[in-house]
Structure formats: C-alpha cells, structure tokens
C-alpha cells in the first residue's frame, strides 16, 4: 500500500469535471485506489464515490493505492490535482 496527502487547490475541487478527469486517471491502473477525506474513504474510481465526498477548495485528502503500479498511480493521481485540475 502507497499514500500520499495533497491539498486540493483549483477553484472548484474535485466537483463535476475535475471529478470526471480524476477518475479517467485512476481506472487506468489494475489497483485499488480510494481516496480519504475527513476520516471517511471514497473509491477512486466511482463517479458517485468521488462526487459524495463533495471536496472542495484547500480540503486536504490523502490518495492512497494497493495492488500493483500502487506508487505509480498515486503519483499519477497527485501530479494530476496539484498541476492539471487548476484551470477548474
């Protein structure tokens, strides 16, 4: 198991659009990635899942892989929020 803690930082979170991005990248990798917000964890690769933790500006959430390409893909999933989601 791999994770990692990010900040969310576009305007928007990870509502609609990023939302949808977001999970386009996690279901590329064969592990199994849920995302943590406030104790509770959410499946990555879910459009409800994701959309349900409702994560919005400056809420830090820890993306966290198990299985292979685990390190990879939360890599992935970081340089994906802190550099691609800022334009939403």
């Not at 659009?17 to 959410?42: H, L, M, N, W």
């Amino acid at each position: 198991m791999y994770e990692q803690k990010v900040t969310l930082s576009n305007e928007i979170g990870l509502h609609a659009r990023p939302a949808s991005i977001f999970i386009r990248q996690a279901v590329k990798f064969p592990c199994d990635i849920t995302v943590e917000k406030a104790g509770r964890s959410y499946n990555a690769k879910s459009i409800m899942s994701v959309l349900s933790m409702s994560a919005s500006k400056g809420d830090e959430i820890i993306i966290r892989a198990d299985g292979e390409s685990e390190t990879e893909a939360v890599s992935s999933l970081i340089d994906l929020v802190e550099n691609k989601l800022t334009d939403y």
